[in-house]
C-alpha cells in the first residue's frame, strides 16, 4: 500500500475465497473430465472441435469472469493501478478464451450445416458476449488514461512527458470516444462526480454479466444433455448425473462469487492514492495537466 497503515483483512473472507477458488479449479477439472470421458475429448479439426466451446466458455466467461470480478477483494492494500491492471487481464484472457469457444462452435455448425443462434441458449450467448466484450473494451480505455495519470504525475521527472501529455492524452481520449453514450465513465468531458456515480453502476453490470454466463452455461449444459442423451437422460446415466452434478458447482461458484461481491464490509478501503490519482484524473478531463496546478 502507497501511503497509510496497511487495511485488515476480515477473518472469514480468506476462507470464502478459497472455497470460490476450490469450487472454480473443480468445475473446469470436472468440464474436462466430462468431455474425456463421456464426449470423446478435444479436437480442432474433427467432430470434437465442438467440445472447445463448453471448456472455453466455463474456463473464460466464468471462472476467469469470476476471478477478475473477487480481484479488489482479495487485494486489498496494492496500488490501485497494479490492481486495476490485474483485473483488466484477467478480463482479457477470459474474453480471448470465451472467443476461441465462440469460434469453435460456429466453425462446427458450418462444417455441419446446423443451424446457428436459433436456441435460448445461443441468444443469451450473444447478449453475453456483447455486454462483456464492452466492459473489456471499457476497461482497455481505463487503462489508457491510468497509464497517462501515471506518466502525468511524474511529468517532472520523465523525459519526454511534455509530449505524452499531449500526444499519448488525446489518443486515450480518442480512444473512450467510441464508447460515448454508454456510460459517463468513458466520456472524456464528463465532470469527475459523474464518473464517480457511474462506479456503483460498473459494478452492477459486471456483476449481471457474470450471472448471465452462469445461466448461459447452465442453459447450454441442459441442451447438450438433451441432445446427446435424448430419453437416457432420465435413466440416470452415468454422463447425466455427472452433468447434473457439474450444473451444481457452476450454481455454487457463481452463487459464492456474488456473495463475496455483495459483502459490504469486505469492500476494498479507500486509500489515500486513489484520492490523489482521482484528483489528478479529474484536472486532466478538464484539459490540463497534474503538473500545471
Given at each position: 500500500?502507497?501511503?497509510?497503515?496497511?487495511?485488515?483483512?476480515?477473518?472469514?473472507?480468506?476462507?470464502?475465497?478459497?472455497?470460490?477458488?476450490?469450487?472454480?479449479?473443480?468445475?473446469?477439472?470436472?468440464?474436462?473430465?466430462?468431455?474425456?470421458?463421456?464426449?470423446?475429448?478435444?479436437a480442432?479439426?474433427s467432430?470434437?472441435?465442438?467440445?472447445a466451446?463448453?471448456?472455453?466458455?466455463?474456463?473464460?466467461?466464468?471462472?476467469l469472469?469470476g476471478?477478475?470480478?473477487?480481484?479488489?477483494?482479495?487485494?486489498?492494500?496494492?496500488?490501485?493501478?497494479?490492481?486495476?491492471?490485474l483485473?483488466?487481464?484477467?478480463?482479457?484472457?477470459?474474453?480471448?478464451?470465451?472467443?476461441?469457444?465462440?469460434?469453435?462452435?460456429?466453425?462446427?455448425?458450418?462444417?455441419?450445416?446446423?443451424?446457428?443462434?436459433?436456441s435460448?441458449?445461443?441468444?443469451?450467448?450473444?447478449?453475453?458476449?456483447?455486454?462483456?466484450?464492452?466492459?473489456?473494451?471499457?476497461?482497455?480505455?481505463?487503462?489508457?488514461?491510468?497509464?497517462?495519470?501515471?506518466?502525468?504525475?511524474?511529468?517532472?521527472?520523465?523525459?519526454?512527458?511534455?509530449?505524452?501529455?499531449?500526444?499519448?492524452?488525446?489518443?486515450?481520449?480518442?480512444?473512450e470516444?467510441?464508447?460515448?453514450?454508454?456510460?459517463?465513465f468513458?466520456?472524456?468531458?464528463?465532470?469527475?462526480?459523474?464518473?464517480?456515480?457511474y462506479?456503483?453502476?460498473?459494478?452492477?453490470?459486471?456483476?449481471?454479466?457474470?450471472?448471465?454466463?452462469?445461466?448461459?452455461?447452465?442453459?447450454?449444459?441442459?441442451?447438450?444433455?438433451?441432445?446427446n442423451?435424448?430419453?437416457?437422460?432420465?435413466?440416470?446415466?452415468?454422463e447425466?448425473?455427472?452433468?447434473?452434478?457439474?450444473?451444481?458447482?457452476?450454481?455454487?461458484?457463481?452463487?459464492?462469487?456474488?456473495?463475496?461481491?455483495?459483502?459490504?464490509?469486505?469492500?476494498?478501503?479507500?486509500?489515500?492514492?486513489e484520492?490523489?490519482?482521482?484528483?489528478?484524473?479529474?484536472?486532466?478531463?478538464?484539459?490540463?495537466?497534474?503538473?500545471?496546478?
Amino acid at each position: 500500500m502507497e501511503g497509510g497503515a496497511a487495511a485488515s483483512t476480515p477473518a472469514a473472507l480468506p476462507y470464502y475465497v478459497a472455497f470460490s477458488q476450490l469450487l472454480g479449479l473443480t468445475l473446469v477439472a470436472m468440464t474436462g473430465a466430462w468431455l474425456g470421458l463421456y464426449r470423446g475429448g478435444i479436437a480442432w479439426e474433427s467432430d470434437l472441435q465442438f467440445n472447445a466451446h463448453p471448456l472455453c466458455m466455463v474456463i473464460g466467461l466464468v471462472f476467469l469472469q469470476g476471478d477478475a470480478l473477487l480481484v479488489y477483494r482479495v487485494f486489498r492494500n496494492e496500488a490501485k493501478r497494479t490492481t486495476k491492471v490485474l483485473h483488466g487481464l484477467l478480463h482479457i484472457f477470459a474474453l480471448v478464451i470465451a472467443l476461441v469457444g465462440l469460434v469453435a462452435v460456429f466453425d462446427y455448425h458450418r462444417k455441419k450445416g446446423y443451424a446457428d443462434l436459433y436456441s435460448l441458449h445461443s441468444w443469451c450467448g450473444i447478449l453475453v458476449f456483447v455486454l462483456y466484450f464492452v466492459q473489456v473494451r471499457e476497461l482497455s480505455s481505463q487503462a489508457c488514461v491510468g497509464a497517462k495519470l501515471g506518466l502525468a504525475a511524474k511529468g517532472a521527472q520523465l523525459p519526454g512527458a511534455p509530449w505524452l501529455t499531449q500526444r499519448v492524452w488525446p489518443q486515450a481520449q480518442l480512444s473512450e470516444s467510441w464508447l460515448v453514450g454508454f456510460s459517463f465513465f468513458l466520456f472524456p468531458g464528463a465532470p469527475f462526480s459523474l464518473r464517480s456515480r457511474y462506479r456503483p453502476q460498473h459494478i452492477f453490470f459486471g456483476a449481471t454479466i457474470f450471472l448471465l454466463s452462469v445461466g448461459t452455461a447452465l442453459l447450454g449444459l441442459k441442451e447438450a444433455l438433451l441432445f446427446n442423451l435424448g430419453d437416457k437422460y432420465s435413466a440416470f446415466q452415468p454422463e447425466g448425473v455427472l452433468a447434473n452434478v457439474l450444473g451444481l458447482l457452476l450454481a455454487c461458484f457463481g452463487g459464492a462469487v456474488l456473495y463475496i461481491l455483495t459483502r459490504a464490509d469486505w469492500k476494498r478501503p479507500s486509500q489515500a492514492e486513489e484520492q490523489a490519482l482521482s484528483m489528478d484524473f479529474k484536472t486532466l478531463t478538464e484539459g490540463d495537466s497534474p503538473g500545471s496546478q
